[in-house]
């Protein structure tokens, strides 16, 4: 029996990987920038969608980026960054997600005079005003954020400290996050140093635009407790697709500390790390039992969300099941107390219909 797309957007989700500004709503983004004067390639709000995702799907990185650009320009005083924010929890609260943890880089949202503290300020007052909005409509979501540095600049401890000083605030997790080639975790080692020390969570992108020594970086020196994306695991597992795998010791240790990968199927697919959805190595991992999450990444560059990711692995053959042990995944990988992660896993196991 296939899902319907009702069955589908109605099914409990969690999302452990979305980037606030790569998920702005094209409207928005065309309102916002009519506000300040910022020129667009589009002022219709379906032609810019589809122009970032074709930039998106190019496979040159500098049209991939692009988009950023254009986001980050009109998100730069505490009011854009709030309503951006609050539009994000709704939306995804529409979309069935339960929890979400939206990351973003502060230092990207400074260049009119906002402190990093400020703009982590206008995060969460717009995670509250998103949370209360969806209740209004009947979505019961909880939110949080992690704070990015950028991997091929120099704020990294000045983030982790700006995380830690926002602790219990909020702010529930580190994350570095840009172009991963050449920039690996060792030249943000200081962060890490301090995160792990104060036992602080730390989830990195690795494993994307890098092989599998990234992610054994991120593991290791990195501690992180999730990997960001880490589709290029498979290249430390001899024989991948065939029926006899044999796991590297970097692959062996994901495997055996269900250590969640956050997956972004289409976002993989976009970046080159995945050939395709159908071909997306995100399911022999799942079938050898790694802890998979399903992740946006970025809905308006890549043009996705929660209801369309599960659509899509569905057409690649997910199951209900499938889905669900996917969110159970990420509802025990949240950077939440262990309680709340218990109340989450049980809201998924009751949505799904399911025995844990
Ligand atoms: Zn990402």
């Known amino acids: ?19 606030l500004d790569g998920g702005l709503r094209p409207e928005t983004l065309i309102e916002l920038a009519a506000e ?7 002022t219709d709000p379906d032609m810019l969608a589809k122009h970032f995702v074709a930039n998106a799907n190019s496979g040159d990185l500098v049209r991939y980026l692009e988009a950023f650009a254009h986001t980050t320009a009109v998100m730069q005083t505490a009011a854009q960054i709030t309503r951006v924010a609050r539009e994000a929890v709704v939306d995804h609260a529409r979309d069935g997600v339960i929890y979400v943890e939206l990351r973003y880089a ?6 009119k005079g906002l402190s990093m503290q400020d703009v982590v300020d206008a995060v969460q007052t717009g995670l509250e ?13 909880r939110a949080a954020a992690l704070l990015c540095a950028m991997r091929h600049l120099d704020k990294s401890l000045e983030v982790a400290e700006l995380a830690l000083a926002n602790r219990g605030t909020g702010c529930v997790g580190f994350d570095i996050a840009g172009p991963e080639l050449g920039f690996p975790p060792a030249k943000h080692a200081a962060a890490f140093a301090l995160l792990r020390d104060e036992l602080f969570p730390v989830t990195i992108h690795a494993g994307e635009a890098d092989g599998a020594g990234s992610v054994s970086q991120a593991l290791g020196l990195g ?5 960001g994306h880490g589709v290029r695991i498979h290249e ?31 976002s993989n697919v976009h970046t080159g790390a995945a050939e395709s959805i159908a071909n997306h190595p995100m399911h022999e991992l799942r079938d050898l039992g790694f802890a998979i999450t399903i992740n946006t990444d970025d809905k308006l560059v890549s043009g996705v969300d929660m209801v369309s990711e599960f659509e899509e692995l569905v057409g690649a053959g997910w199951t209900t099941e499938d889905l669900f042990e996917a969110t159970l995944a990420a509802a025990w ?6 309680d709340e992660r218990a109340d989450l896993a049980d809201l998924v196991v009751e949505g799904y219909g399911m025995d844990e």
């Not at 430390?236 to 994901?254: M, N, R, W």
Request: proline share 8%; with cysteine.
């Open 106 to 111: 502060p230092e990207q949202h400074c260049e």
């Open 129 to 141: 005003e998103g949370v209360a909005e969806a209740a209004e409509e009947g979505f019961g979501i």
């Open 236 to 266: 430390d597992i001899e024989g991948f697709g065939t029926e006899t795998p044999v796991l590297g010791h970097i692959a062996q240790y994901a495997l055996d500390q269900q250590i969640p990968l956050e997956m972004c199927p289409t």
């Open 36 to 42: 300040i004067g910022y020129e667009l390639p589009y």
């Open 223 to 227: 501690a992180a407790r999730r990997i």
């Open 333 to 338: 990988g949240a950077f939440l107390p262990y």
């Open 1 to 19: 029996m296939t899902l319907t797309s009702d069955e589908i957007r109605a099914l409990p989700k969690v999302v452990l990987h979305d980037h």
